[in-house]
């Protein structure tokens, strides 16, 4: 049988009569079990298929869906973890994390760390709703997980006892996760306020003072030919632009088609976070 995986499933608009036609044409076959070819004027049956949906409760650009669509599914719901449960998981894998690579004076930061990112991850959730023109502002635990993914991946020589450094590797990786969906700038401008209140509430910081450089960026590329690759801070913009264009020299050697490219610092920085 045949699986057809529909995502999104609600995000048809809605006509002035409630109206979605892209539902409409599914609920044909499942109401009829085909669609009719209008240049041979037959009706084409389509056996063995079977056709599953996602979708989230209405709001944000999510449109409710007609029961008479909906009673031809067994639907599957399940709630949302609550905060308290979360900061137990994450706090969990992070605290054996440090125990097991850093000094025993960052584990102060663990409880910090975690509100912080479910503060961006549950601010994102309630004001960066989707919409049809911003269909791609769906952010889940994936992301959350992502922020601690990135956050251990750095390398425990490189940060030592630095708190603040670890912090600023905390800031990359919500801006390397959240803030790059963002298409337009007062929706870059919002999360950038709200990245800064949340260092100065929960890691008791000023972010003026503990960010080092224009733009803060980490990579595991800062030393070319590397064995193993170490994800560390860029202290130095200048150091990074000339590593960036020894890498496209290299490419542009080792291929029949070079790019002539102008690595400017905000192209730098879109190949840093790839």
Known sequence: ??????????????????????????????????????????????????????????????????????????????????????????????????????????????????????????????????????????????DLAKIFQGVMMADPKKIGEDEAMLVRLWSHETMRIFRDRLTDAPDREWFDNLQATLITDKFKKDWNKIKLTERCMFGDYMVPGADPRLYGEVGDLAVLRKTMESYLEDYNAQTNKPMKLVLFLDAIEHVSKI
């Not at 409710?64 to 669509?69: C, G």
Request: hydrophobic letters at 45%; proline letters at 8%; a neutral charge.
């Open 1 to 142: 049988r045949y699986c057809i995986f529909v995502d999104d499933m609600n995000m048809p608009l809605r006509e002035v009569y409630f109206a979605q036609p892209p539902i409409e044409i599914l609920r044909q076959w499942m109401d009829h079990g085909g669609w009719y070819n209008r240049q041979l004027y037959q009706f084409a049956n389509i056996i063995d298929v079977m056709f599953i949906g996602a979708m989230a409760p209405p709001g944000g650009g999510r449109q409710p869906v007609t029961n008479r669509f909906l009673r031809h599914f067994n639907h599957i719901a399940f709630p949302e973890m609550s905060d308290v449960s979360l900061k137990l998981v994450f706090g969990s894998i992070f605290v054996a994390h440090l125990d097991a690579f850093f000094p025993a004076q960052l584990k102060t930061i663990v409880d910090p760390l975690c509100e912080a990112s479910l503060g961006v991850y549950n601010a994102c959730l309630q004001t960066l709703l989707p919409t049809p023109a911003k269909s791609h502002y769906t952010f889940n635990l994936r």
